[in-house]
């Protein structure tokens, strides 16, 4: 059974820094690129980071570069965002996605860990 269980969300002050988890099961964890997206209220999903497979690129948003940083640990079928200097516009429930990096591209999706930012 696929399963992709995201962590580590929660309430922190503007400027604070959180650290995202995703643990992987029920697949090849280390055939799949993975990705971290976002949804606020009332706004479309949006793509926040990603990195390939082998964790040899990495690719983000423009409202996060130089801020969040992705990585994964292909042992621990892990992926991970570190965010640093938190704004309150980071504030959305965030997802764990995960899509095989050949054909049939599969794709799975967590359930979500919400970050919020507020003084």
């Known amino acids: 059974q696929v399963q992709l269980v995201e962590s580590g969300g929660g309430l922190v002050q503007p400027g604070g820094s959180l650290r995202l988890s995703c643990a992987a099961s029920?697949?090849?964890?280390?055939?799949?690129?993975m990705s971290w997206y976002r949804q606020a209220p009332g706004k479309e999903r949006e793509l926040v980071a990603g990195i390939t497979s082998a964790a040899g690129f990495t690719n983000y948003t423009d409202s996060v570069k130089g801020r969040f940083t992705i990585s994964r640990d292909n042992y621990k079928d892990t992926v991970y965002l570190q965010m640093n200097s938190l704004k309150p516009e980071d504030t959305a429930l965030y997802y764990c996605?995960?899509?095989?990096?050949?054909?049939?591209?599969?794709?799975?999706w967590g359930q979500g860990t919400q970050v919020t930012v507020s003084s």
């Open positions: 029920g697949f090849t964890f280390s055939s799949y690129a």
């Open positions: 996605n995960a899509l095989r990096s050949r054909p049939p591209r599969y794709s799975y």
